[in-house]
């Protein structure tokens, strides 16, 4: 009942808000109708889907695919050069130079050690960041599904650090567990010494898994929400009166139930966190060491910051990173079609 | 008030305290601090002196030393309270410091000097907000012309993305042609693509049509953007083909099909679209740094980086106008916070 | 729509043209680490009044912009009209060659002309432009520390053993947690390299693998870093080659002995204070010799700009003596004109430490040595400087034992070199 009535609000909202933003514009579009009836008439539907494509991927093509294909064509060249024309071919070397190891477990005996330990920074930090999240947000989640007082506010308390950008969220972070933070001051009032956090290999590590949860969870938890909102409420009544235990009704009910929406939060989750860079390169730069480094900043640093910029190496690298990524949206795609074989809800 | 107590902690099925209620009210409360916590430091810091943020142990509000101004002395002193010989304390001005012994007087009897150990002195400290750290960017720099480029930039950025992408993907969920799933996995495929990833091929491109140090070369390349093609589409599935179907009959060119039914229709969809869309263009920062590099093109992210030196960096600065910054995304989520959270739930993102 | 696309692509033009230089337009990219970008504005508003026909914009910008932006700009054949830049070298054939446009050059060769390598090709006699400071690197004690605890200052020719030692006495009695400091850089990792022997420079002019010298030094740091005398937290704060220093520490009473540089000087007159009293010591001794890094910031021309008669005037105004002594004066930087230098600086404190430390640090730059001298003009200075910090670093996490280190630097750098040939 609560859900309908939302749903409606919200729909007149979104056509009242739709409605003064298309004022200016309804004149520009009748005029427009007159040349594109003729379009219509001369190519069919076909050229229509054209026509309403084409603004889109002309965009599209030139600043998003284009240098796609621009870096594949960069990670077959060498030197220093910034322009496509003035690099010399070098074939596959860049490939081979990143796979240049003697002992494949040990990244230290490669000859781009820092590129391996990147890698393997970054599956830790999938993992981690996929489990944990869901776990963070599903617990949430339930939580905010409850019948709360003020929930409203309560789902907007987590969803606040979504809006920030990567940088304030890198910011805001460094400031509590830096040396003279907020976390530090905290404990000092208790007796403890001041610890450097991210100075520590795991505090660091832990750190930036902590953050990016911070700043992310409050939309998995929406997603996640919105899925447990519209399991019937009759199932729980009738767990209730057959007096079936909290958790077995969470394993039973809203676990199977609440899968399709979960599967798109992994996914998601899974792709943001391959590309983690902008929040953890202002809270740690990498560091200590090498133990925060991740693949997107070792690609922006050896192709772009670096004194001597190796951009083929770095497109080389991303290169690799994008067949990561183009794998787990077929695996996305997969789950998805089995999901509508078994016709879910929508 | 014992009422409204019990209304708030309205248990489940009112039936005495069960588990999960404590477990619920534990992390709601945890999560207001672990959430607002952070910003609240941040601002509280932001209005601290460059010396008081470099202290530790901080203090939650901003600090300084009091001072007083003595007869003879040209410049105000430092107060401190200082435990003198016979282990009384007292209120003293320091005259000046000689290693470790550091001379002072009382501020009513300038002429006598006392002598008390540097370790037997605390500062007499009063708050004091550092508003300079606001007030000194904003009169050295261009603040209003990097607000307008910041406006401009996301406003022009979110229209032109609601128009292409509501039109992308009109035609690749309500028409049948060639080539549609293969445009679809494109889409998808580039969801997966960093920015950080091609920006030097972007770069080039960007520079090449002679876009570098124009507010286009921010904005165009970001409009396209996969997700909100993908929201849209996702949407507009469920709009049903038999409303397009009607139209036809009743001679609708499928323009107006477009944009009198399909976008309507669509408008909750739209509307998330459009503030996620201008919360990304507002917080976007590396790549306006990499395309502006002329003040009067600044947008407010790009302008706040300045403060970082080689060798020195102005936090005070930096902390005063990152909040500056934060503040029209906090009040787009105190005005839209209802209407963002529900319209996540309500898109096609379920 | 497509006429929608038309005006755009219109309006799109008619931004470019309106953003497009005019005669008499000069813009100056200028990153700040203090006040002196208001200075600037000082200066640039007087010589506008004096030149209405010369419109000259400060582009305040971070460094990393003029770091890792400016350079791939500079490729594409972008950027300002004047730049300040540190990497001088390494960007040199963007730079124009001012000789022909100044109005004096002889005035410029007699007071720049010390610096004048570190900017221009090699073998050419190119006026580029000129140092807006010279910085040199060189120590910081805490001397209320070593007073509370009574150990005396190590002396002038006291080494970095000497140094060490002393501040480690002083941590352990005033319980400090760093008896010493050293910034994240490879530029200051340098200085005590050069003086335990170092040598960099190849007999190809290119870069040599990591000497006895190097060695001796690094060992002895990651071994300091390992017991406790060195800080630990500066060098492991960043991956790559992020530079971080360790100011802060020194500011808040931490660090008894602090190696940094003379830029740190206005930094710490703000900051400290009369909270304690410091003095600047100079660059410790090493076997070899007791020389500190000279570096520092360059103002140059660009030869893509389109009014280069424009640049030049602006060039010879702010290498002006006046102007470049009021320049210093109010910055407390140390300036490069030998005019200036020889004529001495009123620095604009009323800091008397500020004002002592200064004067040690001008001093100092008589005393370098000749590699010092010559390394900031070597085109692959930066090139060792981060491969020296990377790996280091990595080296102070416990990431990778001393050998690895050695060899993943010379690996490092030769990889840049076979890079660049390509």
Redesign the interface.
């Known amino acids: 009942m609560a859900e309908i009535s939302r749903q409606t609000s919200q729909n007149r909202t979104g056509q009242s808000l739709g409605e003064i933003a298309m004022v200016p514009v309804r004149l520009a579009m009748g005029v427009i109708d007159a040349p594109l009836r003729w379009v219509q008439k001369k190519f069919g539907l076909g050229g229509m889907a054209v026509f309403f494509l084409l603004p889109n991927m002309l965009i599209f093509g030139i600043f998003v695919l284009l240098p796609f294909f621009i870096n594949f064509a960069y990670s077959m060249t060498g030197g220093t050069a910034l322009f496509l024309s003035d690099r010399t071919f070098v074939g596959a070397d860049q490939y081979s130079r990143l796979f240049d190891c003697s002992n494949y477990a040990n990244p230290n005996t490669c000859a781009e050690d820092t590129f391996w330990t990147a890698v393997g920074n970054t599956g830790w930090f999938v993992i981690l960041q996929v489990t944990l999240m869901i776990a963070v947000s599903l617990i949430t989640a339930l939580i905010l599904n409850r019948d709360l007082m003020a929930r409203s506010f309560w789902r907007a308390v987590f969803f606040f650090p979504v809006l920030l950008s990567p940088v304030v969220v890198g910011l805001i972070w460094k400031w509590i567990l830096q040396r003279q933070g907020l976390l530090n001051f905290g404990l000092f009032g208790f007796g403890f010494d001041p610890h450097v956090w991210l100075n520590d290999r795991n505090w660091a590590f832990a750190a930036t898994v902590g953050v990016s949860i911070w700043a992310h969870m409050g939309f998995y938890t929406l997603i996640i929400l919105a899925g447990l909102q519209a399991i019937p409420k009759d199932l729980y009544e009738a767990a209730e009166m057959d007096g079936t235990r909290a958790m077995r009704v969470f394993s039973r009910i809203t676990l199977p139930l609440l899968m399709p929406n979960l599967l798109v939060v992994i996914v998601l989750v899974l792709i943001r966190a391959v590309q983690i860079f902008d929040e953890v390169y202002v809270l740690t730069g990498g560091g200590p060491g090498t133990s925060t480094l991740f693949v997107t900043q070792y690609i922006y640093e050896t192709g772009f910051a670096a004194q001597l910029r190796n951009p083929g190496l770095a497109a080389a690298a991303s290169i690799l990173m994008g067949l990561v990524l183009v794998v787990l949206t077929l695996v996305q795609l997969g789950l998805s079609r089995s999901r509508d074989k078994k016709g879910a809800r929508k | 008030m014992s009422r409204a107590i019990e209304?708030?902690?309205?248990r489940?099925g009112g039936k005495g305290w069960?588990w999960?209620d404590i477990?619920?009210w534990v992390?709601?409360i945890v999560?207001?601090f672990?959430?607002?916590?952070?910003?609240v430091?941040?601002t509280a810091?932001s209005f601290k002196s460059?010396?008081a943020?470099?202290?530790?142990?901080?203090t939650?509000l901003p600090y300084v030393t009091q001072k007083v101004t003595v007869e003879g002395y040209d410049k105000p002193l430092?107060l401190y309270t200082a435990t003198l010989e016979d282990g009384s304390t007292a209120t003293l001005a320091?005259v000046r410091?000689i290693?470790?012994v550091s001379q002072m007087v009382y501020p009513e009897k300038p002429a006598e000097i006392v002598k008390v150990n540097?370790?037997k002195r605390t500062p007499v400290r009063q708050m004091s907000f550092a508003t300079e750290n606001y007030t000194e960017p904003f009169t050295?720099?261009d603040f209003v012309r990097y607000l307008w480029n910041s406006v401009f930039v996301t406003v022009t950025a979110t229209l032109i993305t609601l128009?292409?992408?509501s039109?992308?993907a009109?035609?690749?969920s309500k028409?049948e042609?060639r080539g549609?799933t293969f445009?679809m996995l494109?889409?998808?495929?580039?969801?997966?693509?960093?920015l950080?990833?091609?920006?030097?091929?972007?770069?080039?491109?960007?520079?090449a049509?002679?876009?570098?140090?124009?507010?286009?070369g921010v904005i165009?390349?970001t409009?396209?953007t996969?997700t909100g093609?993908f929201i849209l589409r996702q949407y507009m599935l469920?709009i049903p083909d038999e409303l397009l179907d009607a139209a036809r009959m009743d001679k609708a060119?499928?323009?107006?099909i477009?944009?009198r039914i399909i976008?309507?229709l669509t408008?909750?969809a739209?509307?998330v679209l459009a503030i996620f869309s201008v919360?990304w263009r507002?917080?976007?920062?590396?790549w306006p740094?990499?395309v502006l590099?002329?003040?009067?093109?600044y947008t407010l992210?790009v302008g706040l980086?300045?403060?970082?030196?080689?060798?020195?960096v102005?936090w005070h600065f930096?902390?005063a106008m990152?909040v500056v910054?934060?503040i029209p995304?906090?009040l787009?989520?105190l005005f839209l916070?209802?209407?963002?959270?529900?319209?996540?739930?309500?898109t096609g993102?379920? | 729509m497509t006429r929608t696309r038309t005006m755009l692509a219109a309006f799109a033009v008619g931004l470019l043209t309106s953003t497009a230089a005019l005669a008499g337009d000069v813009r100056i990219m200028w990153y700040s680490d203090g006040i002196e970008g208001e200075v600037l504005k000082d200066l640039i508003d007087r010589f506008m009044k004096d030149n209405p026909d010369i419109k000259v914009t400060i582009d305040n910008v971070s460094y990393s912009v003029v770091r890792e932006q400016l350079p791939v700009q500079l490729e594409a054949g972008d950027g300002p009209d004047i730049a300040r830049v540190t990497n001088l070298k390494a960007l040199s054939k963007h730079w124009l060659d001012l000789r022909p446009l100044v109005a004096d050059a002889a005035y410029w060769d007699k007071n720049f002309g010390d610096q004048a390598d570190w900017m221009r090709p090699d073998g050419t006699d190119q006026i580029s432009g000129f140092m807006t400071q010279i910085t040199l690197t060189g120590g910081f004690a805490n001397k209320t520390l070593f007073e509370q605890a009574g150990v005396a200052l190590p002396g002038k020719d006291a080494t970095w053993d000497d140094w060490a030692k002393a501040a480690k006495q002083v941590a352990e009695s005033q319980q400090i947690p760093f008896p010493m400091a050293l910034d994240r850089s490879g530029h200051r990792i340098t200085a005590p390299d050069i003086a335990f022997g170092a040598n960099y420079i190849g007999a190809d002019g290119k870069p040599a693998p990591l000497d006895e010298g190097s060695k001796a030094f690094i060992s002895k740091f990651i071994g300091w870093i390992e017991d406790g005398t060195m800080s630990k937290d500066v060098w492991v704060s960043a991956a790559g080659s992020t530079y971080r220093a360790g100011a802060d520490d020194f500011i808040n009473g931490q660090v008894a002995f602090y190696y940094s540089g003379s830029w740190q000087v206005p930094n710490f007159s703000t900051k400290i204070g009369s909270n304690f009293d410091w003095v600047a010591t100079g660059s410790p001794c090493g076997p070899a010799n007791c020389t500190g890094m000279p570096g520092g910031a360059g103002l140059v021309a660009i030869k893509y700009t389109k009014n280069p008669k424009d640049v030049a005037k602006v060039m010879d105004y702010l290498a002006s003596e006046p102007v470049v002594k009021e320049f210093s004066e109010r910055t407390l930087f140390l300036p490069a004109h030998k005019g200036v230098i020889e004529k001495g600086l009123d620095f604009k404190t009323d800091d008397a430490q500020a004002k002592t430390a200064l004067g040690i640090f001008v001093t100092a730059t008589t005393s370098l040595a000749d590699l010092a001298r010559k390394l900031p003009g070597w085109p692959w200075s930066d090139t060792i400087y981060g491969a020296l910090v990377t790996r280091v670093s990595q080296a102070a996490a416990g990431e990778m034992t001393l050998d690895e280190a050695y060899s993943r630097i010379d690996a490092d750098i030769a990889a840049k070199v076979k890079d660049s040939a390509l």
């Open positions: 209304f708030v902690f309205r489940r069960h999960t477990v619920t992390w709601l999560g207001l672990v959430m607002f916590g952070p910003a430091w941040l810091s460059p010396a943020l470099a202290e530790f142990p901080p939650i430092d320091e410091r290693g470790t540097i370790a050295h720099f128009v292409v992408n039109m992308a009109f035609a690749l028409y042609f549609r445009a494109l889409i998808l495929a580039t969801l997966m693509v960093p950080s990833v091609i920006m030097v091929p972007l770069y080039s491109i960007v520079s049509l002679g876009l570098f140090n124009n507010l286009w165009l390349p409009v396209a996969p093609v469920t060119s499928e323009w107006q477009y944009w976008l309507p408008a909750p739209l509307a919360v507002w917080n976007d920062f590396l740094l990499i590099s002329r003040k009067e093109l992210q980086s300045i403060y970082s030196g080689e060798l020195n102005q930096i902390l990152t910054t934060m995304v906090v787009v989520f916070q209802r209407f963002i959270t529900t319209g996540i739930a309500g993102l379920k």
